[in-house]
């Protein structure tokens, strides 16, 4: 920033040292300005151009749209006359310098629009010139047609494309929506009937953990017996009796005391078996 500043102080002090130096101004050689005519003007060939700057410079006229025509080297005044229009529009003038070229240069448009009695008579070469400028046009025009019609088409078959993709994706979508909504409500009912199955366990752990505690307070059985006939050769057999001791009165507690007792007993008619526990059998 520094050196920028400095370079810009330099330039300014070399000037106003060459201003003085010369008694002329440098700006005024190496910044040429067009006096006339002014920008954007509209003008009736010829064209009187005056510039302000270096007395003889290389001039450039162009129309819009096409290359520029070298006119020569002039001074200032210059005349350019009426054959160097060849239609109205748009022009550009150039000013280049002998030495610099496009380093020292000035540039004016301005719109030359012809008096109605010189455009009554055309003379040939204008007429070429318009005729040429109109194929071109139309030339220019079709191939802007073409190559809109092209993209127009190109557009036209990646909407097509675009809408088809975007209608399979919507139904893509559509579905895994509604499957998305099944999956939800397979969910739910899964999880009710996980929810009911619970409560069938629990209900059913409490009745297992009702029982087992009933269980645990069952007194084993505390008589055992067996059924006996006392006169077994006697037609028809006498009634049955259930015999619960031994011969000396002693209860039978356990099953085998029972058994014993009954293997020894040929009047036995049974097995021994619970007669006495806590639910009162």
């Not at 410079?57 to 020569?72: K, N, T």
């Not at 069938?200 to 645990?216: G, K, V």
Request: aromatic share 8%; net charge negative; proline share 6%.
């Amino acid at each position: 920033m520094m050196r920028a500043v400095i370079i810009a102080v330099l330039s300014f002090a070399g000037i106003i040292a060459g201003d003085v130096l010369f008694r002329t101004s440098l700006l005024h050689q190496i910044r040429p300005v067009i006096l006339s005519p002014s920008d954007q003007a509209v003008i009736d060939p010829p064209m009187h151009l005056v510039w302000d700057g270096p007395q003889q410079m290389r001039v450039l006229l162009s129309i819009a749209g096409e290359a520029e025509r070298d006119l020569g080297v002039h001074e200032s005044p210059l005349d350019i006359p009426s054959d160097q229009f060849p239609r109205d529009g748009g022009y550009g003038i150039e000013l280049r310098s002998l030495y610099f070229g496009g380093w020292v240069r000035a540039t004016r448009w301005f719109q030359v629009h012809a008096a109605p009695e010189r455009q009554q008579e055309p003379d040939h070469k204008t007429r070429a010139w318009e005729a040429k400028d109109l194929l071109r046009a139309l030339e220019a025009a079709r191939t802007a047609r073409d190559k809109a019609l092209g993209r127009t088409k190109f557009l036209s078959e990646e909407n097509a494309a675009l809408r088809d993709e975007s209608e399979r994706l919507a139904k893509q979508l559509e579905a895994l929506y509604k499957s998305q909504d099944d999956e939800t409500e397979r969910t739910a009912e899964l999880e009710k009937r996980l929810a009911q199955l619970g409560e069938e366990n629990r209900a059913l752990a409490d009745e297992n953990a009702a029982i087992r505690q009933r269980l645990s307070t069952v007194v084993p059985c505390t008589v055992w017996g067996y059924f006996s006939f006392p006169q077994p050769q006697m037609i028809p057999l006498t009634r049955r009796a259930l015999n619960v001791s031994d011969g000396r009165g002693q209860v039978f507690r356990t099953q085998p005391e029972c058994e014993i007792i009954r293997r020894a007993d040929p009047t036995a008619a049974s097995i021994c078996f619970c007669v006495g526990n806590s639910w009162g059998g």
